[in-house]
């Protein structure tokens, strides 16, 4: 398999998590890719010219990260990152689902930030942060629902939380979040973290 990343790219970071959890990380060429340089190249595997990409051994290849942590995660029974009962399925994804969602809004605040002034929507800003503040509150209340054992919930929260800290620390996601807070810390010391950490 070979995967196209960036270690500054939460969603490629996420991939990374997983196989190193999985314990995948050896079966893996990994090739950095800026999708915004190597766009050609990229885009000859994933029209949508973004990265993470997974392209198989057999050819096939497979985004976005959701589709591929999914895939992973049947490649062998070390952890049930997506688990296969509904409940505790529809509850993992559903997390997955909030926590890229606040990688959504804050790579969207990144990449606004970066255009000329005179281009930049401060009301789409505005719009994306309170979107993170609000998920925000809500970790904070559902913090005890995350499955005891790891899964693709407490891989995607650690991610965001992660890309907070990396792009967007004026933000400080951690005043109001002490249960966030006593969790990320603890989850943050895991091997796969401390390896997938980006660049300071
Ligand atoms: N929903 C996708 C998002 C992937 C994504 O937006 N990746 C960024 C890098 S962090 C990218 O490739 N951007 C290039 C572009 O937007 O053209 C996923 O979960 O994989």
Redesign the pocket.
Known sequence: MKLFY?NT????RKVRITLLEKRLDGEVEYILCN??EDAVELKGFNPL????TLVLDDGRVV????VICEYLDTLNSNSELVPSNTDARLLVNTWQALA?GIVDAS?NTVMEGRRDESERSQKSIERWQGSIVDSLKQIERQIGTLPDEITMAQISLAGALGYLDFRLSYLEWRKGQSNTVAWYEEFAKRASMVETQPPV
């Open positions: 960036t790219s939460p969603y490629s999708p915004f010219g973004k990265i993470p985004y976005d990260s959701p890229d790579y």
